[in-house]
């Protein structure tokens, strides 16, 4: 979860709206994005909101699907390319009202389209090979890594990072039985 929301997250002086956040925690906004959006499309249906709802109910879409225990590949297809012409949609909106600094296309979007349709038929789930666990024990190993003083040379912190795991790694045996 998001422990902390600031405008400085979202909006940058001199740089584009974007949320600057880890990815398992942009991932949990999604349903709040949803809500937000389509808030905005009760209170105007215009058809510029209608794409916004679609493009942030699509994303969602293809996080849900994450959690299914068979990887529908077809779906994944769909709603991948929902969200991404919605997207473009919005881009390419902005860009004709000279509001080129909102919905702008990234190089993610194509990594996205690669992912969903020709990635996944061949792998599977993205969430067998996506990086996240892997920065979650990065972000582990430099919590186990930590220290309140002295020595912070290379040969410290591993020497702590061994002994810190091996006192863990005991507690654990310990527990098991």
Same mark, same amino acid.
């Given at each position: 979860?998001?422990?902390?929301? %600031? /405008? &400085? $997250?979202?909006?940058?002086?001199? *740089?584009?709206? *974007? =949320?600057?956040?880890?990815?398992? /925690?942009?991932? #949990? $906004?999604?349903?709040?994005?949803? &809500? ?16 916004? =709802?679609? #493009? ?7 996080? $849900?699907?994450?959690?299914?225990? &068979? ?8 709603? #991948?390319? +929902? ?6 949609? =919005?881009?390419? /909106?902005?860009?004709? @009202? ?14 996205? #389209?690669?992912?969903?349709? !020709? ?12 990086? !996240?666990?892997? /920065? ?11 220290? *309140? ?6 040969? +410290? ?8 795991? @091996?006192?863990?790694?005991? =507690?654990? %045996?310990?527990?098991?039985?």
């Amino acid at each position: 979860r998001l422990q902390t929301l %600031t /405008e &400085e $997250m979202i909006k940058q002086p001199g *740089k584009c709206p *974007k =949320l600057r956040s880890k990815g398992a /925690e942009c991932r #949990c $906004m999604l349903p709040f994005a949803v &809500e937000c959006a389509q808030a905005i499309y009760d209170a105007d249906r215009s058809i510029h909101n209608l794409a916004m =709802l679609k #493009c942030v109910c699509a994303l969602l879409d293809f996080c $849900m699907l994450f959690t299914l225990p &068979e990887w529908p590949q077809d779906v994944a297809s769909k709603v #991948c390319r +929902t969200h991404c012409t919605m997207f473009a949609a =919005l881009s390419k /909106e902005a860009a004709d @009202r000279g509001d080129d600094h909102l919905w702008r296309l990234k190089p993610k979007h194509h990594m996205f #389209c690669e992912l969903a349709e !020709y990635m996944s038929p061949v792998l599977g789930n993205p969430t067998n090979y996506m990086n !996240y666990a892997d /920065e979650d024990f990065v972000g582990w190993i430099a919590q186990l890594a930590s220290s *309140k003083g002295g020595a912070k040379a290379a040969a +410290t912190t591993s020497r702590r990072v061994i002994d810190r795991y @091996r006192a863990l790694r005991s =507690l654990c %045996t310990k527990w098991d039985k």
